[in-house]
DNA sequence: GGTATTTGACCCTA
DNA sequence: TAGGGTCAAATACC
């Protein structure tokens, strides 16, 4: 897809959409001791919504292209043909055996956090429908630390657990934090959970990204492949990664994002027929 | 052949 | 000892 094509920008638009309603969800659910009140149950419709047209500008978007295998995928993302009819609250975890000691969560719509991540293991977990993902930074080469677990939501199967261990230091931080000093109009920073700065800040923290700032990271972990072992440990983008497809020139300085398609959205001069048509 | 993913085995902690 | 986290050989895909 065209950097900065109308239907990348409506893909990204959806996605922020997406984990909107997946945090929004998670808020309801902690405010409300009901199961399944109605609110809750509209926050599920946007966010089955949302994965429809994601689905189907991410298919056109990839034109074909998929380096997946064959039955990777549904198992690999947690994305079951099932959907879950007893909740079965995870338990995020019993313990961290290993690794670093910072344990960040999240529930989000999407497993894309703008870093590129290796998978190296999977495991089926006690009491859980779906199977737990381990990823690691593909960056770890040069010494990124950073892990995540993954584990998609037995209450919402369309939202992920994701808990990150260890910080990045390959770059990704700093290229956020850089990202954001620019003067970008909030609803784009803020991935639409919440406009405060110390929201913000707790996005940077979580790693939770705006699809505006995935770019940013991989540009800057992107720049120097890692090969790990012999094995072969180069990075790959995962397939949240490619369905990243923020259509950005993130050279641009910030009085041109200003001029960026989101921006154009967000001022109500966007190119919709052009999307439509491309549909 | 290179690379990414799978998966069984092992390690470690509670 | 059970079970979660990680390793690494095997395998699949391009």
Known sequence: MALGSPTAVVLELMTMGYQSAAYLGELLRAASPTPASEQQELAAEILRCCDRVIARLSAGANGGRSKKRKAVEPAALGVAAGTSSSP?????????????????????????????????????????????????????????????????????????????????????????????????????????????????????????????????????????APSETSQGWSPSFSSEVELDVAGFDLDVAGAEAYSSPVWEFLNGSFDWESVINSL
């Open 88 to 224: 079965d609250p995870v338990t995020p975890t019993k313990r961290r055996a290993r690794g670093a000691e910072a344990v960040r969560e999240i529930t989000s719509g999407t497993t894309a956090d703008g870093f590129i991540w290796r998978k190296y293991g999977q495991k089926e977990i006690n009491g859980c429908r779906h199977p737990r993902l381990y990823y690691r930074c593909a960056f770890r080469a040069q010494g990124c630390a950073a892990t995540r677990r993954v584990q998609q939501s037995q209450e919402e199967p369309a939202a992920f657990v994701i808990a990150y261990y260890g910080e990045h230091t390959c770059g990704g931080d700093a290229a956020a934090a850089a990202w954001q000093e620019r003067e970008m109009p909030p609803a784009v920073i803020n991935s639409g959970a919440s406009n405060t700065s110390a929201a913000a800040a707790a996005d940077r923290n979580m790693g939770w990204r705006t699809p505006a700032l995935l770019g940013v990271e991989q540009r800057s972990c992107g720049g120097d």
